[in-house]
T-cell receptor, first 116, second 114 residues
Framework: AQTVTQSQPEMSVQEAETVTLSCTYD???????LFWYKQPPSRQMILVIR??????QNATENRFSVNFQKAAKSFSLKISDSQLGDTAMYFC?????????????FGTGTLLAVQP | ETGVTQSPTHLIKTRGQQVTLRCSSQ?????VSWYQQALGQGPQFIFQ???????GRGNFPPRFSGLQFPNYSSELNVNALELDDSALYLC?????????????FGQGTRLTVV
């Protein structure tokens, strides 16, 4: 069964500094996506970045980048030049397909606080 | 292009009552999924609707049911509410049932059962 583990319930970082959030997952599939979602106090789940497993190059979106280690089943999110607006819950997610169903399996989340 | 909208944003119900939550999918999207997010947890998949039919379900009892309408909007119904049903309910829509990479979420409905 696919599982997603986030071992850091909370993290704190100073504004303008860099922080890395960790995620590990378990799957027997070879081709898949991985996602990081941000959930600010407004509650809406916002896609931050996605990685396709067959691509060796790590995905980058502006200040957000990932370190994808397929063999280790590790998918960490690096936020550079942290901003106050980055304060949110961050969820790592893995899409699971079974029959006609496509669903996202989420980790338990990391609460990131950016301090001024 | 409108986003995913959910209503109401908050509501309080009494144990044993029934509730209906609504979701308007993003324009051009025909697949809607519902998730339950308990406090301090990640979202858990409830079920998925594609072209007005349920075609996938998570580990939730039958008192959780849904509908999808011809305009692809959706409802989540919960009967015989229990205290543990208190959670944030998220709706996500996407263009096709296979396009998991394109899912967009609404802002959720916060349900409190007392």
């Amino acid at each position: 069964a696919q599982t997603v583990t986030q071992s850091q319930p909370e993290m704190s970082v100073q504004e303008a500094e860099t922080v890395t959030l960790s995620c590990t997952y378990d799957t027997s599939e070879n081709n898949y996506y991985l996602f990081w979602y941000k959930q600010p106090p407004s509650r809406q789940m916002i896609l931050v970045i996605r990685q396709e497993a067959y691509k060796q190059q790590n995905a980058t979106e502006n200040r957000f980048s990932v370190n994808f280690q397929k063999a280790a089943k590790s998918f960490s999110l690096k936020i550079s030049d942290s901003q106050l607006g980055d304060t949110a819950m961050y969820f790592c997610a893995f899409p699971w397909r079974g029959g006609a169903t496509n669903k996202l399996i989420f980790g338990t989340g990391t609460l990131l606080a950016v301090q001024p | 292009e409108t986003g995913v909208t959910q209503s109401p944003t908050h509501l309080i119900k009494t144990r044993g009552q029934q509730v209906t939550l609504r979701c308007s999918s993003q324009s051009g999207h025909n697949t809607v999924s519902w998730y339950q997010q308990a406090l301090g947890q990640g979202p858990q998949f409830i079920f998925q609707y594609y072209r007005e039919e349920e075609n996938g379900r998570g580990n939730f009892p039958p008192r959780f049911s849904g509908l999808q309408f011809p305009n692809y909007s959706s409802e989540l119904n919960v009967n015989a509410l229990e205290l543990d049903d208190s959670a944030l309910y998220l709706c996500a829509s996407r263009k096709t049932k296979g396009a998991i990479a394109e899912a967009f979420f609404g802002q959720g409905t916060r349900l409190t059962v007392v």
